[in-house]
C-alpha cells in the first residue's frame, strides 16, 4: 500500500515538475532571463571574458551582467536569428546574400548592436 502511495506521490511531482516549463501569457512575473538557454549564455560568457582579457571576478560579473542585459532589449528568438545572420553573413558570394541582404538581417544586426552598446555601458566600469 504505501509502495502504491509513494508511485502516485512521485507521478504528481514528475508531472508537475514536466508542466512548470509553460509560459503563461497572462503572467507578468516571468523573467526575460528565463528564455535564453543555459548552454547559449555561458557561451556568451566565455566570449565575452575571453573578449576582455581573460578570466577575473571583475570580467566574468560584468560578462554575465552583459547578456543580461541584452535579454532585457531582445528576444532569445531575435538573438539568435541575429547572431546567425552576422555569423553567415560572412560566407562569400551569392549564398552569403541570403545573409547580408534581407531587411531583417540588417534591422536585427542593428538591433544587436545597440542591445550591445547599451550592455557594455551598463556593465563595464569605464
Known amino acids: 500500500m504505501n509502495n502504491k502511495v509513494l508511485i502516485s506521490f512521485f507521478l504528481l511531482l ?31 560568457v566565455l566570449q565575452c571574458v575571453a573578449k576582455h582579457g581573460g578570466l577575473t571576478y571583475i570580467t566574468q560579473y560584468a560578462c554575465g551582467c552583459k547578456i543580461d542585459k541584452i535579454a532585457e532589449k531582445l528576444t532569445f528568438k531575435e538573438y539568435e536569428a541575429a547572431t546567425t545572420f552576422g555569423f553567415m553573413r560572412k560566407t562569400p558570394g551569392e549564398n552569403g546574400a541570403a545573409f547580408r541582404d534581407p531587411e531583417q538581417s540588417k534591422s536585427l544586426k542593428k538591433r544587436l548592436k545597440e542591445a550591445e552598446a547599451y550592455a557594455e555601458r551598463m556593465c563595464f566600469v569605464k
Do not use: L
Not at 512548470?20 to 543555459?38: A, G, H, L, R, W
Open 14 to 44: 514528475f508531472s508537475a515538475a514536466c508542466t512548470t516549463n509553460q509560459t503563461k501569457v497572462e503572467d507578468e512575473t516571468i523573467s526575460y532571463i528565463d528564455q535564453y538557454p543555459t548552454r547559449d549564455r555561458v557561451e556568451y
